[in-house]
C-alpha cells in the first residue's frame, strides 16, 4: 500500500461518528474499497497521464481547521451575497450570506450528519466501480463537510449562488468534501464555484457533487479554478437530468500543481440538453487532467460540448471526451470539440475526443486538434505595434473565446468577469 493511503486511512479514526449505522457503515466499506483497489498507476488507461508516483508516496494529514481561522482569510476575495463559503474545509457561518430567497435551502453536511433526517444523507451510499477509486472511495470514508443545496420546484433565483472555497497555507494537509445539489421541478439557478488559495496553500483537495435537475429545471453553472502552484485537486461532478432539463455549464482552470477533474453527465429524460465549455490553462510545471463522459439514455436528448487546452512552460493538459448513446436513445445531437494550443516548447497536449453508438437516426461528431499559434496572425498583430508576448496573449484569448458561448447572458459574464483569474484578463496584460 503507498504512503498516501496509509495517511488517509488513518485519517477515519479522527472523524466524529455519525449517529446514523448507515453512514458508519458506508464510509468503512468505502474505505476498505479504496485499500483494496489500491493507488492507481500509468497503467490504467484513465490515469495514463497523471504525474501519480510523487503523490503515491506522499503523505497528508487530516487538513481541515477550526473555523476560528475565517477572520484571518482575505476578505476582497468574497463574492457577493447571496453565498455559501468554505474556508479550509468547513463550512464558515462568518462568511455565508444568504439573502432571504424564496425556494432556496441550504445545510451544511455536518449539520445533516448531526441531524435526525437519515434520508437527507442517502446520497452518501453511492457506490463506484473498482476502476473509479480510490479517489471517489476516498471521499466517501473521509468527506464529513459539504453544502446540500436544494431548489423548490418553480422557484427562480434571479440572482448567482456563489459556492467559495478558500484555502490557506496548509502545507500536507487534506480537505474532504461532498455536495448535493437538487434542482427540482420547473426550478432555475446560477451557481457559480469559485476555489481559490491563499498564503501559499500546499495541500489536497478532494470534491465530490451530485447535481439532479428535475423535469424543465434550468441550472447555469460556472466552476473557476485559481489554486495555488503547489496544490493538489481532486474534483468529480455527477449530474443527471430529467425530461427537458437544461444543464449550460463552463469550467476554467488556471492553477494547481496537479488538477483532476471528472465531469459525468447523464441525459435520462426526453429532450434533455447539455452545453458544457471549458477552458484549461496550465502553466509552469503543472497538469491538468479532465476527463468529461456523457452518456445519452432517452430520444431525443442534446449535448454541446466545447472545450479549449493551453499549456505554456513545461505544463501538461490532458483532456478525455466520452460520448455514449445508448440503445433507445434515438434522435440524440451530440458534439464535441477539443482544440488545444502549444504555447511552450516543452508543453504537453493529450488529447482522446470517443464516441460510441447504439441506437439510430442520430447526429453525432467529435473532434480535436493539438497545434501552435499561427505565425501569419502572429507577424500580422507584431507589425502593428504589439510586443511579442501580449501579441500571442491576444490570440491565445481569441482562441479559448469560443467556449465562452455557452454563457449567452451578458449580465452574467459582466458579473463574472471581476473573479477569472488575471491569466484571462486582457485589461491587466495592456491589451485593451
Known sequence: ????????????????????????????????????????????????????????????????????????????????????????????????????????????????????????????????????????????????????????????????????????????????LRHKLDCHTGSQLTLIEHHISQDGDAGLCNQLMHIHLGMQARLKHIRIQRLAAPCIGFSRNDAVLSSDASYQRMDIETGGHLSRHELNLSLQGERAHIQSGGVLWATGSSTFDTRLSVRHQAPNAGCKLTWRGLADDKARVNFYGGILIEQGADGADAALSNKNLLLGPQAQVNTQPALEIYADEVKAAHGATVGQLDDAALFYLRSRGLPKAQAEKLLSQAFYAEAFEGIADTALLDALHPYLPAILHREQEGLT
Do not use: C
Not at 447571496?82 to 464558515?92: A, H, L, Q, T
Not at 424564496?102 to 437527507?120: F, K, M, N
Not at 420546484?153 to 440572482?159: L, N, Y
Open 1 to 176: 500500500m503507498s504512503a498516501f493511503l496509509d495517511s488517509q486511512a488513518a485519517q477515519q479514526g479522527q472523524l466524529k461518528p455519525s449517529a446514523f449505522p448507515s453512514v458508519q457503515a458506508w464510509r468503512a466499506q468505502a474505505l476498505a474499497q479504496a485499500l483494496r483497489v489500491g493507488f492507481p498507476h500509468n497503467k490504467l488507461e484513465r490515469w495514463k497521464y497523471a504525474p501519480l508516483r510523487p503523490l503515491a508516496v506522499k503523505s497528508f494529514h487530516a487538513g481541515t481547521t477550526d473555523t476560528g481561522t475565517d477572520s484571518a482569510i482575505d476578505t476582497t476575495l468574497l463574492p457577493p451575497a447571496p453565498r455559501i463559503v468554505f474556508v479550509n474545509g468547513r463550512f464558515s457561518a462568518e462568511h455565508t450570506q444568504l439573502n432571504d430567497l424564496p425556494g432556496l435551502q441550504v445545510q451544511s453536511l455536518a449539520e445533516a450528519l448531526a441531524g435526525d433526517d437519515e434520508r437527507r444523507l442517502n446520497f452518501l451510499g453511492r457506490q463506484f466501480s473498482d476502476t473509479e477509486a480510490p479517489f471517489a472511495s476516498l471521499n466517501t470514508a473521509l468527506a464529513e463537510q459539504g453544502a446540500l443545496i436544494d431548489i423548490a420546484e418553480q422557484a427562480v433565483i434571479e440572482v448567482p449562488l456563489h459556492l467559495v472555497f478558500i484555502s490557506q497555507g496548509a502545507p500536507d494537509g487534506s480537505r474532504y
